[in-house]
């Protein structure tokens, strides 16, 4: 409104700009608030829409977890000795065997004769060969005259053989020469085979340490393998052996229940958490007449009522989450008691399994989904929060309504000022028309006064 600063000045301020503002601002409520309010009501809408997609996803995450497979072939091994130790597979078959260890396996330990230093000539003054043989691999070395103990062992570990050396001070300024099998089991004995060498590897009465095989007792069934770790024994379970034991060690493979009964409680945790966010934004009270931004939408109140459906259902053998340790309070609020869960998956898992999962059976050549509580909140939870399900919908209604408010607004500002521009303009073309008016009047005014004075 660049120009008209000075308007009002003629009509003595009554067509001024404070005059025109008064107007405008009177006009701006009646058109411009009610589409802020608007906006301001479908902002909370969207916030409040945000946080029950964000918690009914997480609750998703829970039911997802609940209805796969994996989490129902979670094993654990109950063992009587520390002696062992046993890792299982998902799905190991549930059994009890006896262990006894008798012999661990060991690799091959081989020292040298005595030498003074690390630097000690190791041939007897010409060059010589030393051969090493382990199972069906062999490395023939060629040793230098002038070879150093050293000089020796660094030979060795450049090979590829499966052996590795090192030097040992054993007190008083005694070295000897240390090799080791990288691989236990007899048929990992490291054989030698020297000439022109001092260093006498190839004496037995320098074994240290025998490669041999580990040998147990297997439900009595004695058994040998060439490592402590053994794998092939029963299908999906690995058996390492740390120690010899003087009885047998009892081992129980079973069900592992903790996995499932944290997914359980992450389950009832989120919906507990959903239910009050969806009770904050569907609740009236009526002592306040204050309601919730999604007070009386039918949309919203159909996600608790179809997930309470779910949750409430029983099965064919009537059978409900109550059974399972999980009830739904006066509160509204869901409950775990973890001893009642635990009681029921030791008695019958596969129950558990059953009616949190379903089954997969086949019908008319094809294979049908049956029943599974978690299998079926997982599909209206998808319903809700999926690519097409209802709350992405809303969302993108709300988006859609967002920008249309945004553009109506946009226009009715535009308008406004376009209005109230012209109409400033109209008023200062009209206050400078009267401030002629006055003056001349004034002028005529005192002419008249003039005259009647000079009478």
Known sequence: MAGIQTLGLGSENKLSMDTVNKLKDVEFNATVKPIDKNIEKLSSQKGGLSSLSTLLETLKESTSSLKDELVYQERTAYISSDSIDVKLDKGVL????????????????????????????????????????????????????????????????????????????????????????????????????????????????NIVQKATDSKISFNGIGISRSSNKITDLIYGVTINLSEETTSPVKVTIAEDSNSLISYVQSFVDGYNEFVKNFDELTKYDDATKESGIFQGNND?????????????????????????????????????????????????????????????????????????????????????VGSSGLLTNLKTGFDKQETRLNKEREKAVELLDRRYNRLAEQFAQQDTIINQITQQFSSLQMQIDYATAKN
């Open 94 to 205: 549930p059994q009890s065997f006896s262990l006894e260890v008798e012999e661990l396996a060991q690799e091959n330990v081989i020292n040298s004769n005595v030498f003074a230093s690390r630097t000690e000539h190791i041939t007897n003054g010409n060059e010589g060969t030393l051969k090493i043989s382990i199972g069906d691999q062999s490395s023939t070395l060629t040793v230098k005259s002038d070879a150093t103990l050293e000089d020796l062992m660094q030979q060795i570990n450049d090979s590829s053989l499966p052996v590795s050396a090192k030097i040992l001070n054993t007190g008083n300024s005694q070295y000897k020469l240390i090799l080791s099998g990288e691989n236990s089991g007899a048929e990992n004995n490291i054989s030698i085979e020297e000439t022109n060498l001092i260093t006498n590897l190839n004496d037995e009465v």
């Open 300 to 384: 919203i109140r159909a996600v608790k009522r179809e997930i309470n459906k779910v949750i409430l259902q029983l099965d064919k053998n009537n059978n409900s989450l109550v059974e399972f340790g999980i009830t739904l309070n006066s509160s509204g609020k869901l409950e775990f008691n973890t001893a009642d869960f635990t009681k029921k998956f030791e008695e019958d898992p596969s129950a558990v399994q059953t009616f949190f999962q379903g089954i997969e059976s086949e019908s008319k050549g094809r294979s049908v989904h049956i029943g599974g509580v978690f299998y079926n909140l997982d599909k209206s939870l998808e319903s809700f």
